[in-house]
């Protein structure tokens, strides 16, 4: 028996990207059910939201905070959005944190997306969006190549799904370019002032936000209702220069 409640799914929705997509989704989804490892911040009180302390590499918790969504909503729309990001250099990068990276980054929209899955399909309805990065499609020179692997693996991720779970499901990524959240502003990443020569040669001349972000995976999820398996760039235009 359906729910009649509609709700999504929000991975890493404490910061950044995935708080900026808990706010769009605010009037379009009755429950949004936020999976993070931090716990809930005062600016998340509202009825419509609910908090999951779960890691997404762990598949037990995981499937138990599915479970918890599914007896109150039907789950409508994934956004895999929890990533890290930790710069390192090949000769530095040890095989440990090569596997904590590709085990958060990609294993972890494995895990969202395998639990949440089987409800969609059996409802014939529902939409995933997996967020990487541009460093997936070109590499990262400051990123370390433990993260543009784990971005380049979610597009096979979001292509093989698409076709597994077509029709009833609709599989998308997304890939920011540089995006002004903690992980960017608060990493090893980028010094202020490499981080401005970049945004001075992109075609829009600056860094996006979170919000510009949200608006795109809004649209996979809510609008695009023809589209499946693509990858789409928010990116200002990087991948031009
Ligand atoms: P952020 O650090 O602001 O937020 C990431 C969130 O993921 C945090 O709330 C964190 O607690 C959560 N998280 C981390 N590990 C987790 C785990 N194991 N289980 C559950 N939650 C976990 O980062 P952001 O910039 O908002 O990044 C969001 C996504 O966008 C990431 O996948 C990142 O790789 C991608 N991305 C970001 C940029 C950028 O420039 N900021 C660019 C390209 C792609």
């Known amino acids: 028996m359906a729910n009649q409640q509609q709700a999504a799914v929000v991975t890493g929705a404490a910061s950044g ?5 808990v706010d769009a989704f605010r009037d379009e989804y009755d429950y949004i059910a936020c999976f993070d490892i931090e716990e809930s911040g005062d600016e998340f009180e509202d009825d419509s939201i609910h908090w999951f302390t779960v890691d997404v590499r762990d598949p037990d918790a995981v499937a138990e905070a599915v479970a918890a969504v599914e007896a109150d909503a039907d789950i409508a729309a994934l956004v895999n959005n929890a990533g890290i990001s930790h710069a390192v250099s090949l000769d530095e990068l ?9 085990d958060v980054n990609l294993k972890g929209q494995y895990v969202v997306a395998r639990a949440v899955a089987p409800a969609m399909v ?18 990262s020179a400051t990123g370390g190549v ?53 945004a001075d040669e992109l075609p829009l001349e600056r860094i996006g936000s979170p919000e510009e972000v949200a608006e795109v995976v809004s649209f996979l999820c809510l609008d695009a209702t023809y589209v499946t398996g ?12």
């Not at 990207?17 to 997509?21: F, L």
């Open 146 to 198: 433990h993260y543009s692997s784990s971005k380049a693996g979610s597009f096979g991720l979001t292509k093989g799904l698409a076709k597994q779970l077509g029709p009833a499901v609709r599989v998308n990524c997304v890939a920011p370019g540089l995006i002004e959240t903690p992980l960017l502003t608060e990493s090893n990443l980028w010094t202020d002032d490499a981080l401005a020569d970049y």
């Open 17 to 21: 990207i995935g708080r900026a997509v």
């Open 230 to 241: 693509t990858v789409l760039t928010v990116d200002g235009g990087s991948m031009l220069r």
């Open 122 to 139: 059996e409802r014939g309805h529902g939409a995933i969006v997996n967020v990487s990065s541009v460093a997936g499609l070109r590499g």
């Open 94 to 102: 040890e095989p440990e944190e090569w596997d904590r990276v590709l």
